[in-house]
């Protein structure tokens, strides 16, 4: 088995150690994974792995192992018994053989049994559930045959026994305690000892004797083979598994170490992860402190939009008001000077008729000093008195009395005469 078939029957397919954080462990035939897929998938970018994950495949990869392991040296051992059988009894104990002709079936039967029971190290990959359901349905098969061969190797032994207790009877008493330790040192060290007899009254037990110290030579000799082929066994099976778990330590040793390193690797991206996050915190912070900042010059600008706009206002109604009083001070003015050319209207009005008095009066002085020659300075004076200019209301009056048609008459004499501010 090369290491690749090794470390998918270790890992099979489907089950990749990064993917364990994400779901749990599946054996292989029990999830949604194919059985007939040939390539492992690895994440290309590894997550976080536990203690409990790596535990979790340590232990069900340990049991895979143990339960191969318990398997492969069960049917080992079977074929090395079975080998070990035939060939010495084939090949060294051709009398026993012939002696025993009715064990031939049993020894084909064993060996028809044992190739059932024979796995082929290169079939190919099955699942996990696969191997177990195989490994438990061949084990109570490969129990049994065990426990036919000890059954049958005790049934041997009894048969021997029988017939060599059987041998003893038919030999003289003084032998009886020789037999007894004989058979005690052939059943222990399987030395074989010539017990000394007639030639004419014992030949046919010798030879019936001699049949049976071969058999029981051979049997010793077959037991010495077990015995030493099971310490070899022993030997090889402790050094194979020795073996296999130094490999097993080695892989888990990789693994470890392929694991520290990717916690390392883990550890670094954390801690910039953790950098990372933290230079996004006060990235965060100094983007929050901008926005309440541009949030507070925004109210501050819409407020000072509005000064502005009151402000703009304000001179407006400032400027219309200064328009009203510069209009209201013209008016004002206007009105003064119009007081004053009245009031200067009035006051030359009231000199005409003070001078139209004093005329009037040296006139009535002048007519009373001499009738007869002031008619032509009376109608002078006459003249004068009905130009003379009239109030304001007066003149008003009579341009609308005129602009109406009325008569004038009044107001001017017969002689052409008139008002001033016509």
Known sequence: MNGKAAFVRLFPPGISLWALPNSKFELPGQGTTSNHSKSTHVDAVPKVVTPSHIQIVIRNSLSIVNIQIQFILSILI????????????????????????????????????????????????????????????????????????????????????????????????????????????????????????????????????????????????????VLADEAERRRAEAARKIELQGSLVEVLE????????????????????????????????????????????????????????LGRRIEALQAQVYGLELR????????????????????????????????????????RKGKGGSGWWWSRVRMAAEWTPCAPATAATVRKQMKRGKDASKYYAGNGGGCFCI
């Open 78 to 225: 079977c074929r090395c018994i079975l080998n070990f059988l035939v060939s010495s009894v084939l090949s060294q104990c051709c009398s026993w053989c012939l002696f025993f002709k009715k064990k031939c079936c049993f020894l084909a039967d064993i060996e028809q049994r044992v190739r059932a029971l024979a796995t082929d190290d290169d079939a190919p990959e099955h699942s996990f559930a696969e191997r177990a359901e195989n490994y438990y349905h061949k084990r109570p098969q490969l129990l049994a045959l065990l426990a036919d061969l000890h059954h049958r190797y005790l049934c041997l032994a009894d048969r021997y026994a029988k017939q060599h207790h059987a041998d003893d009877h038919r030999c003289s008493s003084s032998d009886v305690d020789d037999r007894c330790s004989s058979d005690a040192d052939s059943s222990l060290s399987f030395q074989f000892q010539h017990h000394p007899s007639s030639d004419s009254d014992n030949h046919g037990d010798d030879v019936d004797d001699a049949e049976l110290v071969a058999a029981e030579l051979v049997l010793a000799w077959v037991e010495r083979e």
């Open 328 to 367: 209201n001070r013209e008016a004002y003015d206007a009105m003064a000077k119009w007081e004053a050319d009245r009031k200067a209207g009035a006051a030359e009005i009231q000199r005409l008729r003070a001078e139209n008095r004093r005329l009037a009066e040296e006139a009535a002085t002048n007519r």
């Open 254 to 309: 990789s693994e470890r170490l392929v694991l520290l390193g990717e916690n390392a690797r883990l550890a670094f991206r954390a801690s910039a992860a953790e950098e990372e996050a933290a230079a996004a915190a006060a990235e965060l912070g100094y983007t929050r402190r901008r926005a309440a900042e541009m949030a507070r010059l925004v109210v501050k600008l819409r407020e000072d939009h509005r000064v502005c706009m």
